[in-house]
């Protein structure tokens, strides 16, 4: 049984540009959430998505946007890329009505 | 607004020297306490769920207890494939669409 599965694995990108992060989720899961880790921090929430919508929002800016397919797999992309978007994004995905998540491996995205 | 705080930020352990991490958090209505393994580079994966204060649960050398107020995750003769990171997190009652997670702390147990 796949768990969640995350591609690409390592990117990088120049300042400026936009990315696509995609997700996969667990067999049995309809609900995806993102999340961003910068080195040595906690994951933090920057979106859920559930039913093709996105259902919460964490505090980050408009130039953080997702999308989720009839599938149930997921985008997260980013535009005008910061030095400061470096970080792992990590995929979350639950089935309505559990607790907890279980978590991809994560993108290492690195913006020079 | 919540917030959860992990303590300490590192550990280092000898091996088969038992300690134990706090998580402490302020959260109005908890759904959930969660506890995570991540190892470097790695997604976090699941450990525990606690959801009322006295509950416990263990899973080999690991323990986690719950109050009103802070979590423990009890580490009993600790081997060097217990280093990871060990991350806390909360699930609110009113937001069941957001985990909130601590810092972590950065465990070694040393052979």
């Known amino acids: 049984d796949a768990g969640v599965t995350q591609s690409p694995t390592h990117l990088i990108k120049t300042r400026g540009q936009q990315v696509t992060l995609r997700c996969s989720p667990k067999?049995?899961?309809?609900?995806v959430s993102w999340y961003q880790q910068a080195l040595g921090q906690g994951p933090q929430f920057i979106f859920q998505?559930?039913?093709?919508?996105?259902?919460q929002r964490g505090n980050f800016p408009d130039r953080f946007s997702g999308h989720q397919f009839p599938n149930y797999s997921s985008e997260l992309n980013v535009n005008a890329l910061l030095l400061g978007d470096s970080a792992l994004y990590l995929c979350?995905?639950?089935?309505?009505?559990?607790?907890?998540?279980?978590f991809g491996s994560g993108t290492r995205l690195t913006v020079v | 607004e919540d917030q959860v705080t992990q303590s300490p930020e590192a550990l280092r352990l000898q091996e088969g020297e038992s300690s134990s991490l706090n998580c402490s958090y302020t959260?109005?209505?908890?759904?959930?306490l969660f506890w995570y393994r991540q190892d470097p580079g790695k997604g976090p994966e699941f450990l525990f769920t606690?959801?009322?204060a006295g509950e416990e649960k263990e899973k080999e050398r690991l323990k986690a207890t719950l109050t009103k107020k802070e979590s423990f995750l009890h580490i009993t003769a600790p081997k060097p494939e217990d280093s990871a990171t060990y991350l806390c997190?909360?699930?609110?009652?009113?937001?069941?669409?957001?985990?909130?997670f601590g810092a972590g702390t950065r465990l070694t147990v040393k052979p």
């Open positions: 997190a909360v699930q609110p009652e009113y937001n069941n669409n957001d985990m909130r």
């Open positions: 979350a995905s639950s089935s309505t009505g559990t607790y907890g998540y279980t």
């Open positions: 067999s049995g899961h309809d609900t």
């Open positions: 959260v109005s209505g908890l759904r959930g």
């Open positions: 606690l959801y009322s």
């Open positions: 998505y559930y039913e093709e919508e996105e259902r």
